[in-house]
C-alpha cells in the first residue's frame, strides 16, 4: 500500500502569542536557477548577476545574486513563519553587508524586538548569514502582527522551467582555451562589419587580416575611435 505523504501546514503567531526575543528562520541554497528566476521576474538584468563575462571584471570578480533576493528570504520568513499568515508589511530597513554567490546557503533570521499593542505592531532584528556564519545582510522589520489564528495548508508552487541560453558563452570559453586564429575579413568597409572584426580581435578569438581599400578601412576605424595598428591590411580595388 503505497504510503501517504502528509501535507505541509502553515501556521501563524498572532500578536498576544509572540514574546519579545522569538525567533524565526529560513534557509536556501543559491543556484543558477534562482538568479534567473530572480532576474526573470524583477527585470533587473545588471550584468554583475547575469553576465560571467562582465562580472569577472568586477569588484567581485564572479556573478554574484541580487541583494533583494536575500531580502525576499527575510519577507517569506516573515509572512510564513512569524508572525506568519496574516501579516502585515509595514517598512523594512536593509543594509547589505557581503556579496552572496552561487553555492552559498543563506540564512535570513528574525527576531522579535519591540511590540506595540495600540495597533499590533511588531519590529523584528533581521540578519542573513552565510554557510560561513558571515553576515550578508541585516536590518529590521516593521510589520502588523494577526489577531486571529489561522493554519492553512502550503500552497504547491507550479513548476517553473529555466532555459539558458548561455551556447555562445561555452564557445567562448572553449575558444578562451586556444589561441587567435589568423583570419581574412574581406570588406569590412561599414562600421558594423568592422566592429564585429575588432571586438573578435580584442577578445582575442582572431587575428584579423583586412582585405579593402585601406583608405575606407581607416575611414571606418576613425569613426569607431578605433586603432587599426598592428593590423595587417591587403589592399583590394574599391568594387
Known sequence: MAETQTAEMLENRVFDEIAI???????????QRDIDLFATASGDVNPAHVDPVYAAGDM??????????????????????????????????LHFRRPVSIGDTVTAT???????????DITLDCA?????????????????????????????????????????????????????????????????????????WHRGLITPVL??????LREVASKLGADLGGLRLVEAATG
Not at 526575543?21 to 543556484?31: D, P
Not at 582585405?211 to 575606407?216: K, L, T
Request: with cysteine.
Open 128 to 200: 542573513c548569514t552565510n554557510q560561513h556564519g558571515e553576515i550578508v545582510l541585516t536590518g529590521a522589520a516593521y510589520v502588523r502582527a494577526p489577531t486571529e489564528k489561522q493554519r492553512r495548508t502550503r500552497m504547491t508552487l507550479p513548476p517553473v522551467r529555466v532555459g539558458r541560453h548561455d551556447g555562445t558563452q561555452r564557445l567562448l570559453a572553449m575558444a578562451d582555451e586556444g589561441t587567435p586564429v589568423v583570419t581574412a575579413v574581406v570588406y569590412p568597409v561599414d562600421e558594423l562589419s568592422l566592429s564585429g572584426a575588432l571586438a573578435a
Open 21 to 31: 526575543g522569538e525567533t524565526a528562520s529560513l534557509s536556501h541554497t543559491v543556484t
Open 60 to 93: 567581485f570578480h564572479h556573478v554574484v545574486i541580487h541583494g533583494m533576493w536575500s531580502a525576499s528570504l527575510i519577507s517569506a520568513t516573515l509572512g510564513t513563519k512569524l508572525p506568519g499568515l496574516g501579516t502585515i508589511y509595514l517598512g523594512q530597513d
Open 211 to 216: 582585405v579593402g581599400p585601406s583608405a575606407r
Open 110 to 120: 528574525v527576531t522579535v524586538r519591540e511590540k506595540k499593542p495600540a495597533k499590533h
